[in-house]
């Protein structure tokens, strides 16, 4: 394969263009992919180091992607979803690809369509709850049992006060890290964030929410102690067996590999078994609200 490629580019090697000697390399290993769009066109595409020639994949994909860790091989069709492989009269930049109309110069002077092939897209989501807990702390378990695991919990022990405010918030140690000498109102030795009774008075924290709006925060009968939860002399139970609603954090970034590609120019023809375009960086973000279910 590799000798019949070698004929192909020597044979696009010079042409010409306006007296120009237009030399074609196929090479993007050294520069980033790029991307735009969103749902109804998301288009990646690559330059070579010279700018001279370019390397895209547009999806005619209406759904929103990059939501979560997920692996999508797209069949490319020619048509909703397409390949090119382009090389230009002179260098374009990466602004060329995202406006909306496609600038006039320079001149597409080759063009390769993909008549055959697959976009493989592995995206990997970050979550995390910004509880004041760092994520490497929190893997691989579920205080509360409420299906979301501590790291994207932003409520670990389900008592309906976020970990954030169960931590050593006042920074009484002055260490200015929160997770360090985290509260233990009553002293048992389990810190606030995962005690689902912070002060021990047999009613859990939950439950000590006067007002049933699901914070027990401001709930509070003597001001010098502070909340109802954290005052072992109030012991009313008003029964709260509902979470509140949580949010999380998302962040995903995406790595693209063209498979099986075969480019054609009228009798020319590139083959490619992979074409690693590489990764995007945060390629979506946002935030997650969602209440878990009481079991
Ligand atoms: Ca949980
Ligand atoms: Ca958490
Ligand atoms: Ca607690
Ligand atoms: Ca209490």
């Known amino acids: 394969m590799r000798k019949y490629l070698v004929i192909i580019l020597l044979s696009t090697l010079y042409s010409c263009n306006d007296g120009d000697v237009i030399v074609s390399s196929f090479d993007f290993n050294e520069?980033?992919?790029?991307?735009?769009?969103g749902p109804g066109?998301?288009?990646?595409?690559?330059?070579?180091?010279?700018?001279?020639?370019s390397i895209s994949v547009r999806l005619g994909?209406?759904?929103?992607?990059?939501?979560?860790?997920?692996?999508?091989?797209?069949?490319l069709n020619n048509n909703t979803h397409y390949s090119n492989y382009r090389i230009y009269s002179s260098a374009i930049d990466n602004d060329y690809f995202c406006n909306e109309v496609p600038p006039s110069t320079p001149e597409v002077s080759?063009?390769?369509?993909?008549?055959?092939?697959?976009?493989?897209?592995?995206?990997?989501?970050t979550l995390d709850d910004n509880d004041g807990?760092?994520?490497?702390?929190?893997?691989?378990?579920?205080?509360?049992?409420?299906g979301l695991p501590d790291y994207y919990d932003f409520d670990d022990d389900g008592d309906n006060v976020p970990?954030?405010?169960?931590?050593?918030n006042l920074n009484l140690d002055g260490d200015n890290n929160p997770l360090t000498n985290p509260k233990d109102t009553d002293g048992d030795g389990i810190p606030d964030y995962l005690d689902e009774d912070d002060d021990?008075?047999?009613v859990l924290t939950r439950y000590e929410d006067?007002?049933?709006?699901?914070?027990?925060?401001?709930d509070i009968d003597d001001l010098n102690i502070g909340a109802n939860y954290l005052n072992a002399n109030v012991s009313e139970s008003f029964i709260q067996d509902v979470y509140r609603e949580h949010d999380f954090d998302f962040t995903s970034d995406v790595t693209v590999r063209l498979k099986n590609m075969v480019f054609i120019n009228g009798e020319e023809q590139i083959t490619r078994e992979t074409i690693n375009l590489g990764t995007f960086v945060n390629i979506n973000s946002g935030t997650y609200l969602i209440t878990p279910d009481f079991n």
């Open 31 to 37: 520069t980033n992919l790029q991307f735009c769009g």
């Open 41 to 53: 066109g998301y288009l990646f595409f690559k330059l070579n180091q010279a700018g001279t020639e």
């Open 61 to 75: 994909i209406n759904d929103e992607l990059f939501l979560q860790s997920d692996t999508l091989d797209v069949v």
């Open 110 to 125: 080759t063009e390769y369509l993909a008549n055959s092939g697959i976009a493989n897209l592995i995206t990997v989501t």
């Open 133 to 146: 807990i760092d994520a490497q702390f929190e893997y691989n378990q579920d205080s509360d049992g409420d």
């Open 163 to 168: 970990t954030r405010f169960e931590l050593d």
């Open 200 to 202: 021990n008075d047999g």
């Open 210 to 218: 006067l007002d049933g709006d699901l914070d027990p925060t401001n």
